[in-house]
C-alpha cells in the first residue's frame, strides 16, 4: 500500500514548497517565509505548505537546509585579516531582525525536536570544522600561537557574537570583532 510519502503528487508538492521557499529565502531573508508566500510563490493552496509543514520555523529550517553556509568556507592568508573579516559579515547578518528570529527558533526547536537538532548540529559542526581547519593551517604557517585548542575557535568567537545579538538584542561593532580574534591567540 503506497503511504502519503510515497505517492508522487505529494512529493512534487513537496519538492515545490521546498524550492519557493529557498527561493524567497535567497532573495528576501528569513522574513519572507510565510506560508501564505511560499504557496503563492509556488503555485499551490496554502492548505498544502500546512499540510507538510504545520510551523514556519519547521519551513524555514527545511528551506535553509538547502542553502549552503556561506561563513568560513574558503579561508584568505593573512588568516587573521580574513576572520575579522568573516565575523564581521556574520555580526552584519546577526543584526538583521530576520536573521535573530531564525537563529533563536532553531536553537529553541533543537530543543523539543530530533530533526531541528540535527540541523542544528550539523550547523555547528560545519562552522566548528571551517575554523579548525583555518586556524590549523594558520598556526602551521606560523601566524598564529593559539590560547586554545582550534575546535574551540567557534565557540570562542561565533559564541559572542551570537550572545550579542540574541540575548542583549544588540549589535556588535568592528572593534569587538577585532578583540574577539585577538582573544584566539598571538598573531604575528
Known sequence: METPRDDPRFLRSREAIVGAARALLLAH???AITHARVAEHAGIARA???RHWPRTDQLLAEA???VPMPFFDAPGTPTRDWLVRELTALA???DLHDVRVV???LAHAALWEDDMDARRAGFADLLAARLTEAL???QARGEVELHAAPRDAAALAVGPLYYRATIERGTTDDATVAALVDRLGRWS
Request: hydrophobic letters at 35%.
Open 29 to 31: 531573508g528569513p522574513g
Open 48 to 50: 498544502t505548505v500546512y
Open 64 to 66: 535553509m537546509a538547502t
Open 92 to 94: 552584519r547578518q546577526l
Open 103 to 105: 537563529a533563536t527558533t
Open 136 to 138: 590549523e593551517g594558520a
